[in-house]
């Protein structure tokens, strides 16, 4: 776990993990999210949720395609985030065929192209995927920076949180405010 040397800036801690990250090779990165992702599966909270949300993972974040594959092989009714700019919410909207239903939103990251008729209610999702910058052994998240996953995990009451990370994203203490929705666990490489 790393430190950092101005531990209450979090944008400083954003960029200096965000470097970081990108000096993974590709190769390393996608072997590492096979790994986090068969721990992920290999879990009893995973086993027993039918409603997930996860995100759909950016190049540089833990890959989540095999997980909403296998997720729904296995019958799981399974969410991806599309994100409403105006309003600064986020959505959980159901996935059937990923391949098929996504395309590149807000911020460049995949979401659904439809959303009629398959929005859920936070409050009824069993377990929610979260992905990070970079993550404490606390379960504290830093998030870039704009809120979205924190104001919907306060919606999210019943649900399991599980944060995604590479072990280089991990560091000794993120700093956090009352509006930062701490995870139940982290899965790490």
């Given amino acids: 776990m790393r430190s950092c040397q ?9 960029n200096r993990l965000r470097r970081l990250i990108r000096t993974i090779p590709r ?19 995973f086993k027993r949720a039918r ?3 996860t995100y759909v993972a950016l190049p540089e974040e833990v890959q989540t395609w095999d997980l909403i594959r296998q997720a729904r092989a296995l019958d799981k009714r399974v ?9 600064r919410c986020m ?50 998240r830093l ?19 599980i ?3 590479f072990r280089e994203q991990m560091v000794k203490k993120i700093p956090a405010g009352p509006q930062d929705v701490p995870m139940d666990r982290v899965l790490t490489d």
Avoid: W
């Fill in 91 to 140: 959505m959980a909207v159901e996935v059937i065929d990923p391949a098929k239903e996504l395309k590149k939103g807000t911020y460049g990251i995949l979401a659904p192209k439809q959303t009629r008729g398959r929005i859920l209610n936070p409050r009824h999702l069993d377990l929610v995927i979260v992905p990070g910058v970079g993550f404490d052994p606390r379960g504290r």
């Fill in 51 to 53: 409603n997930i949300m």
């Fill in 79 to 87: 969410f991806v985030p599309k994100i409403e700019p105006k309003s």
């Fill in 163 to 165: 944060g995604l990370a």
């Fill in 6 to 14: 101005s531990p209450d800036d979090k944008s400083f801690l954003r």
């Fill in 143 to 161: 998030g870039r920076g704009k809120g979205y996953f924190d104001r919907f995990l306060k919606k999210a009451t019943h649900a399991r949180k």
């Fill in 27 to 45: 190769s390393a990165r996608k072997a590492k999210s096979k790994k986090i992702i068969a721990a992920l599966q290999r879990a009893m909270v």
